[in-house]
C-alpha cells in the first residue's frame, strides 16, 4: 500500500518504520518542522514535505498521527483529495473525521512509544474503527501486516482503553517519578527500586492485579500508613495522593471498586 504520514512524532516515527519493513511505499512524510519531516522520512525513504499544497495525490492512504487539536485541521486541508484516511488517536472519536469526509477510520495503536527506544510492533495492539464495513476490512487488513494483535473497537470504547491507558502507564510513570524525587532527597538511587518495578509489572502480566496486591494499605497497617504520612510532612500534594490511593487499595480488597 501507498502511504503518506502526517506527522513525525513517536508514534508516527514508530508506525511509519513498521509499514516499511513490511513492504508498504511511504510516499511522503509531512511535518510543519522539515527538519523532523526530513528525519523520519529519510530512514522510510520517503520524500519529506513541509506543506500539505506539497502533498502527492498518488497515495492510498493519508495516516494522520498529530496532536488531537490539529487533526480536525489537518482532516480539512486533506479531505480534498478523496483517499482513505485515519487518525492514531485514542481520546478521539471517527466522527472528527466523518465531518470531513466518508472515506475515513481510526487505527489506533495502545502502546507508549518513544523515538529513541525500539519495540516489537507485531506485539502492539492495533485498535480499528472504519466508516463502514469495507473500510474497516481493508485497515484489518493493513493491520495484520505490521502486528499480531488487532481488534475491532468503536469509538466509545477506544476513548476507555485510552483512559485505562492513562491510569496504568501515565500515572504509574508519575508515580516513579515521586519516588525517584522522595529517594534523591536521601542520596539513593533508583536503580534500587528497578527490579520491584520489574516483578510487579511481571506479576499482572499472568494474574489480576487485585490478586497481587501488596503493601501496608491492603493489611490495613495504619501504623505504617500513619508513619508515611509523617514522613511527607510538608508535601500535602503526596500526602493526599498516598490517602487516595491508600484508601482506594482499600476499597478494592472490600471488593467496594467492582461494585461501584
Not at 500500500?1 to 506527522?7: A, D, E, V
Not at 507508549?112 to 485498535?127: G, I, R
Not at 472504519?130 to 466509545?156: F, P, Q
Not at 508515580?175 to 539513593?188: F, G, I, M, N
Request: aromatic share 8%; net charge negative.
Amino acid at each position: 500500500m501507498r502511504i503518506t504520514i502526517i506527522g513525525s512524532g513517536n508514534v508516527a516515527t514508530h508506525l511509519a518504520a513498521a509499514f516499511k519493513n513490511a513492504g508498504h511505499n511511504i510516499v511522503q512524510v509531512y511535518s510543519r518542522n522539515m527538519q523532523n519531516a526530513a528525519l523520519l522520512a529519510y530512514h522510510v525513504k520517503a520524500e519529506p514535505i513541509d506543506s500539505l499544497e506539497q502533498i502527492n495525490p498518488k497515495t492510498d492512504l493519508f495516516v494522520i498521527s498529530v496532536k488531537d487539536d490539529v487533526i480536525g485541521e489537518l482532516a480539512w486541508e486533506l479531505a480534498r483529495y478523496q483517499k482513505l484516511m485515519v487518525h492514531t488517536s485514542g481520546a478521539t472519536g471517527l466522527q472528527k473525521l466523518l465531518a470531513y469526509t466518508e472515506n475515513a477510520g481510526v487505527f489506533y495503536p495502545l502502546q507508549t512509544f518513544s523515538k529513541t527506544k525500539e519495540l516489537d510492533f507485531w506485539q502492539v495492539p492495533l485498535c480499528l474503527e472504519g466508516a463502514d464495513v469495507k473500510i474497516t476490512k481493508k485497515l484489518e487488513t493493513l493491520a495484520r501486516t505490521i502486528s499480531n494483535n488487532v481488534y475491532r473497537v468503536d469509538s466509545a470504547q477506544c476513548k476507555v482503553l485510552h483512559l485505562s491507558a492513562v491510569f496504568a502507564c501515565n500515572f504509574p510513570n508519575y508515580l516513579y517519578d515521586v519516588a525517584r524525587q522522595l529517594l534523591q532527597k536521601s542520596e539513593l538511587p533508583f536503580d534500587m527500586l528497578r527490579p520491584l518495578i520489574a516483578e510487579t509489572a511481571a506479576k499482572v502480566m499472568e494474574q489480576l492485579p487485585a490478586d497481587v496486591q501488596t503493601g501496608p494499605a491492603i493489611r490495613n497497617d495504619l501504623t505504617t500508613m500513619n508513619a508515611h504520612l509523617q514522613m511527607l510532612d510538608g508535601e500535602h500534594d503526596l500526602q493526599q495522593v498516598y490517602e487516595l490511593l491508600s484508601q482506594g487499595i482499600i476499597k478494592m480488597d472490600k471488593g467496594e471498586v467492582a461494585d461501584g
